[in-house]
C-alpha cells in the first residue's frame, strides 16, 4: 500500500504544511464571503471580524462565531446567499413545510468542487470505470442520491439510478446489469438481505464486491455481519447536507477510519463546553466550509460524535481519517437514513389540534428497518363516537409527518391521559432499536 | 331518537372492565354491549338506561365517550323475526352501519337495536312495513 491509485494523487497525498496553507486560503476566501451575506456579515462584525485579513493564521478560527443548526432556520432562504442568485444552479434543502427547513445553494463550481470530492472517495475504494454502481438511496432534495451520482459518472462508473425502495426491483437491475458497488444506508442493505430468500436470489447470484454505507450510524459488528453475508467489502460514508451531503469523509482501501477532505473542509473536535477536545477524545465534529461559493458555513456544529484516528494511513493519503460516528449531542433521530427532530413532528401535531399535546414516539427495529409508531391521545372534546373520524385523523398525521420529515410512521390512538403531559417537559421519545 | 354511548377504548386487558366499572358505580345499567376491534383501539357501543348519567360517569374517569342516535325496533322472538325486518330495511333501500339485540320477552319479543346512516329513513321503512319503533323513554326503562 501507500500507492493507491488516487483521483487527485497531488492533494490527497498533499504534506500537512501545503494543505494547511491551502485550508488558510480557503478559510479567507470562505470568511470574504461570508461577510457578503446579511446573516454573517452581522454576526462576524458583530465579533469584531470584519476582515477576512483578520485571520493570520488557521488558530485564529477559533475566534469566529460558531454556527447552528438554528442559525441556518434563522438565514432560511437566502441570508447565507453569497453570490448573486443567477449563479446558483442548484439548492438542497431539508424536508420540512413548517417554516423550519434549511437550504444549501450551489454555483455550477460548488457543484463541481462537490462532485469531484466524490470521485476521490469512490477512487478510494479501488472502484473505476469497470465498475456497475447502483445508487440505491434517495434522489431529489436529499443528498444522498445526487451527490454519489455525480461523482460516480464522473470516475466513470456505470451509474445506475435506483434510488431507495422497491427491493424486487433493486434485485433484479443488481442481477441484469452485473451490480459490482452499490450505495445505500445499513439498515437498507440489511433488508434487502433478508428479502433475498423470498425473492429467490442469493449472494451467489450477484456480482456485487463493494457497498457504500452511510446516512445512519452502524457498528463495525453490522458492517461484518453484512459483508459476510454478500461476500463484499464495505466502505463506510460520512457526509450531511450542510457540508454538501455525501463525499465530506469515506474510507479507503483500509477500512480503518474514514479520510475527511481537509482542503475542502476545516475541522475541530469541541467538547461540550465549547473547549477543544484533544486528539483521540470523542468530540461533537465542528466543520468550515473552505470551497464553497454560494453557501459559505463557518464553525458548523454538526451535532456528531466522533474521533479523530491518531498516524498516518497506510493508502498514503495524508488527509486525516475520523472514526466511524458514535451519536449525537442533541435529540435529532435518525430513521433508516432520514434526520428527524421531535420538534418536527410536534409541529405537525400542533397543527391538528385534534390531536391534543400529549403525544410520543416508539422506534422499533421491524426486521432490518426502523419502525416509527407516533402515540396520541383522543380527546374527549372532540371524539366523534365514530370510527370512520379517528381512522382519517391518523391517515392526517401519518401523511402530514411524512411530508414534514420523509419518515413513515404508524399512528397510534390512545386513552386520554395516558401519554406524559406536554407540560412535564416530557419524554418523546422511546428509542428501542438495540445498542451494538 | 334513542341513543347508544360510543366509548373509545385502548385495546388491553383491563378496558372493559374499566368502563362497566364505571357505568356500575353510577347506578347505570347495560342492556346491550357490543365490541368492535380496530387493531391498536377498539370502540364500545353500549345501550343503558341513562345515556347521559352513563356519559357523565365515564367522562369523570376521563373516558371519550359519545352519544349516538340509533332505531330501536321491535321484533318478535321466533325464527324470521329478524329477517323481515331485514327485509323491510332491504326494500326501503336503508343501510345498516351496525346492528345487535336482545330479548325482552323470551319466545315473544327482542329489540334489534341499528345504527343507520338517515335514520328518519330508517324509522319510516320499518314503520311503513307494520314494526313498531320504540320511543326512548320506553327503551331505557324496559
Known amino acids: ?436 | 331518537m334513542a341513543e347508544q354511548v360510543n366509548v373509545f377504548v385502548e385495546n388491553r386487558p383491563g378496558r372493559l372492565a374499566a368502563v362497566t366499572r364505571a357505568l356500575a358505580d353510577r347506578g347505570v345499567n347495560i342492556r346491550a354491549v357490543v365490541v368492535q376491534d380496530h387493531g391498536d383501539y377498539g370502540l364500545l357501543k353500549i345501550l343503558v338506561t341513562d345515556p347521559e348519567a352513563a356519559c357523565e360517569a365515564l367522562a369523570a374517569h376521563g373516558f371519550a365517550a359519545k352519544r349516538k342516535p340509533i332505531l330501536a325496533v321491535y321484533v318478535d322472538d321466533r325464527p324470521g323475526g329478524f329477517a323481515r325486518l331485514a327485509e323491510v330495511f332491504g326494500t326501503g333501500a336503508v343501510n345498516l352501519l351496525n346492528a345487535y339485540g336482545f330479548v325482552v320477552n323470551s319466545g315473544r319479543t327482542a329489540v334489534c337495536c341499528v345504527e343507520v346512516s338517515d335514520p328518519d329513513a330508517a324509522r319510516q321503512a320499518a314503520e311503513g312495513g307494520g314494526f313498531r319503533v320504540l320511543p326512548d323513554g320506553e327503551l331505557y326503562s324496559l
Open chain 1, 1 to 436: 500500500m501507500g500507492n493507491e491509485r488516487c483521483w487527485n494523487p497531488e492533494i490527497e497525498r498533499a504534506d500537512r504544511a501545503a494543505l494547511e496553507a491551502v485550508q488558510l486560503e480557503g478559510l479567507r476566501a470562505t470568511v470574504r464571503r461570508a461577510l457578503r451575506t446579511p446573516f454573517y456579515r452581522e454576526r462576524l462584525t458583530g465579533a469584531g471580524l470584519t476582515s477576512a485579513d483578520d485571520l493570520r493564521t488557521l488558530a485564529d478560527a477559533r475566534h469566529i462565531p460558531e454556527t447552528t443548526k438554528a442559525d441556518l432556520r434563522v438565514a432560511y432562504p437566502e441570508g447565507l446567499l453569497a453570490v448573486p442568485p443567477e449563479q446558483v444552479v442548484r439548492v438542497h434543502t431539508s424536508s420540512g413545510t413548517t417554516g423550519t427547513p434549511t437550504v444549501i445553494h450551489h454555483t455550477r463550481r460548488d457543484l463541481d468542487a462537490w462532485t469531484e470530492l466524490v470521485a476521490r472517495c469512490i477512487v478510494a475504494t479501488g472502484a473505476g470505470p469497470a465498475d456497475v454502481f447502483q445508487n440505491m438511496m434517495t434522489y431529489g432534495l436529499f443528498t444522498g442520491g445526487l451527490g454519489l451520482h455525480y461523482g460516480a459518472e464522473r470516475v466513470g462508473l456505470m451509474v445506475i439510478p435506483s434510488a431507495a425502495g422497491n427491493t424486487t426491483r433493486q434485485l433484479r437491475l443488481m442481477r441484469d446489469f452485473h451490480t459490482t458497488v452499490v450505495h445505500a444506508t445499513p439498515s437498507y442493505m440489511l433488508h434487502v438481505a433478508h428479502k433475498m430468500p423470498s425473492e429467490g436470489v442469493a449472494p451467489g447470484d450477484l456480482f456485487l464486491r463493494k457497498a457504500y454505507l452511510g446516512g445512519e450510524p452502524y457498528s463495525e459488528t453490522t458492517r461484518r455481519k453484512i459483508e459476510a453475508f454478500y461476500g463484499i467489502d464495505v466502505y463506510n460514508s460520512y457526509g450531511l447536507s450542510e457540508m454538501n451531503g455525501p463525499g465530506v469523509a469515506f474510507e479507503c482501501v483500509c477500512k480503518d477510519g474514514m479520510h475527511i477532505w481537509e482542503d475542502a473542509f476545516l475541522i475541530e473536535m469541541r467538547r461540550p463546553d465549547g473547549s477543544p477536545a484533544p486528539a483521540g477524545e470523542e468530540a461533537e465534529l465542528v466543520m468550515t466550509t473552505l470551497q464553497r461559493e454560494a453557501t459559505p458555513i463557518l464553525r458548523y456544529r454538526t451535532g456528531d460524535i466522533t474521533r479523530l484516528l491518531p498516524g498516518p494511513c497506510p493508502c498514503g493519503r495524508t488527509h486525516r481519517r475520523i472514526a466511524r460516528m458514535t451519536g449525537r449531542c442533541d435529540d435529532m433521530l435518525i430513521l433508516n437514513g432520514v434526520n428527524v427532530y421531535p420538534s418536527q413532528i410536534e409541529q405537525v401535531l400542533m397543527r391538528l389540534p385534534e390531536a391534543g399535546t400529549n403525544w410520543q414516539i416508539l422506534i422499533e427495529k421491524a426486521g432490518a428497518l426502523d419502525r416509527a409508531t407516533i402515540k396520541i391521545e383522543v380527546l374527549p372534546g372532540v371524539f366523534t363516537g365514530e370510527v370512520k373520524a379517528l381512522e382519517a385523523l391518523k391517515a392526517r398525521i401519518s401523511e402530514q409527518v411524512r411530508s414534514e420529515t420523509l419518515v413513515r410512521a404508524a399512528v397510534e390512538l390512545h386513552e386520554p391521559g395516558v401519554l406524559p403531559a406536554f407540560e412535564l417537559k416530557a419524554k418523546r421519545v422511546t428509542d428501542l432499536r438495540p445498542k451494538e
